[in-house]
């Protein structure tokens, strides 16, 4: 393996905005602004040229002193660095740019030998950004910039990788918490419990370890039209459901607290459910109440269901796979929320039934399931609002459906089980669906009356 000769440098983010007012000199980013306050004009200056540019540690004092600054203000300078962190980018040129992307950013190279290991971290990545391909973690919070001259070593760095090979890249690189000396990552057990994708996940549905958009930017409002909060509903025979009264359901309910001490997953039936019971979970769980907008601050279709959804937006949709129900024909549905009606799809027989099996499998094999719903998403409609938690409130309005279902279930003498898992890909295929437009992200089973 070789690389190019590198060049430690610095400079600061290219979206850093240095200013300076009544003697405080601030230097702002996405994600903060750090404030400093005495330093000599000459030093301000400097630092007012380094937005989006690299110099040698070193040059920095030769050229603050050919600008007429003085010893103890290249001493300055150099102080004044080291509390950069937050906005303060290293490079080794021309292999690499660490790059802070949160408040908590901290540089610290690390006291490395030359016959030291260093790998790299179990949770880094690689992926295109527009500049270009960027090396990330969920564990650091910096963003490494990649040239071609150090692919080499990325990829050599799948295996433990000796200093002296490379000791400014391989040290800038643990600095920024990318890779790790020695087995530092295997021997931590906060570490060693997660997979790749979910501390990604978490890490980047949350703010505060990322400089990416997030919350409600909607950023697409002027290149797509948001979907329409209701699902244009398939072709296909329908079924008419039935639709409770809610005043005499609240009256012979079991009290809140009974449901919910006695809520439990069940997994064994003592007969199926009728369509008049499914008929009334789905109206009671699921269904359309009310549509309204577009609003001020609101520019899209929301509607009102049993369930709480972010922003109303009301991504969801249900299908329904029928094994046995009473009144009801065996195969596969889809839910019309505001018609309350099942809709039959031209589902093969095979997928239905593989449908099934991967439900009971997802039981350990207890289950022999009479009816399971499905639970999927139209992701545009959420992420055409969200950037960065649109998976992630799916999966908190998924989670409160399921408990709303298990609740309505539970007070209705049915037996509700959500599953933890389920095939994206086969209910795609079996509900005739674009799996990256509307997949499936929840299962849930509902038998009659409990066994027990």
Do not use: N
């Not at 990318?178 to 087995?183: N, R």
């Amino acid at each position: 393996m070789s690389t190019p000769t590198p060049t430690p440098m610095v400079g600061l983010r290219e979206d850093a905005v240095v200013a300076s007012e009544d003697g405080v000199l601030t230097i702002t980013c996405p994600f903060g602004t750090v404030a400093l306050r005495g330093l000599p004009p000459a030093v301000e200056a400097l630092l007012g040229e380094l937005p989006g540019t690299l110099a040698e540690r070193d040059d920095l004092a030769e050229r603050l002193l050919a600008a007429g600054g003085t010893s103890h203000d290249a001493a300055l300078l150099y102080l004044t660095l080291s509390r950069l962190h937050p906005v303060l980018v290293h490079a080794v040129e021309p292999l690499l740019r660490v790059v802070p992307i949160a408040r908590g950013a901290r540089f610290q190279p690390p006291d490395l030998s030359p016959g030291d290991t260093v790998r790299l971290s179990k949770f880094a990545f690689v992926r295109r950004s527009e500049q270009g391909l960027v090396l990330e973690s969920a564990l650091s919070l910096h963003r490494v910039t990649l040239t071609e001259d150090a692919m080499p070593l990325l990829a050599a760095l799948g295996r433990p990788v000796m200093v002296k090979e490379a000791p400014e890249a391989l040290t800038h690189l643990v600095a920024a918490g990318l890779a790790f000396a020695g087995d530092d990552e295997e021997r931590d057990p906060a570490l060693r419990s997660w997979d790749f994708h979910d501390l990604l996940f978490h890490s980047r549905s949350r703010s505060g370890r990322h400089d990416q958009p997030f919350g409600a930017t909607f950023r697409f409002l002027d290149d797509l039209p948001p979907e329409p909060v209701i699902k244009p509903v398939p072709e296909g025979a329908a079924v008419e459901l039935y639709r409770p009264c809610l005043e005499e359901a609240a009256a012979a309910d079991p009290p809140l607290t009974t449901v919910l001490e006695t809520r439990r997953s069940v997994r064994r039936y003592a007969g199926p459910p009728t369509i008049r019971q499914l008929g009334e979970l789905l109206y009671r769980a699921a269904r359309v109440r009310r549509m309204y907008g577009p609003a001020p601050g609101m520019p899209y279709e929301a509607s009102s269901r049993p369930y709480p959804g972010g922003g109303a937006v009301h991504e969801l949709e249900l299908y329904l796979t029928v094994a046995r129900c009473e009144g009801l024909d065996g195969g596969v549905y889809y839910y019309d929320p505001l018609g309350h009606r099942l809709v039959t799809l031209p589902a093969r027989p095979e997928d239905a039934q593989a449908m099934l099996t991967t439900a009971s499998l997802a039981t350990g094999g207890i289950a022999d399931p009479d009816v399971l719903i499905t639970v999927t998403s139209r992701f545009r409609r959420m992420s055409w609002k969200y950037s960065g938690v649109a998976y992630a409130a799916t999966l908190k309005t998924t989670g409160v459906l399921y408990q709303t279902l298990y609740l309505v279930a539970t007070a209705m003498g049915l037996s509700p089980c959500g599953l933890g898992s389920g095939d994206s890909d086969l209910a795609a295929r079996t509900f005739g669906l674009d799996w990256a437009a509307e997949s499936s992200v929840g299962d849930f089973l509902i038998g009659g009356p409990p066994a027990e």
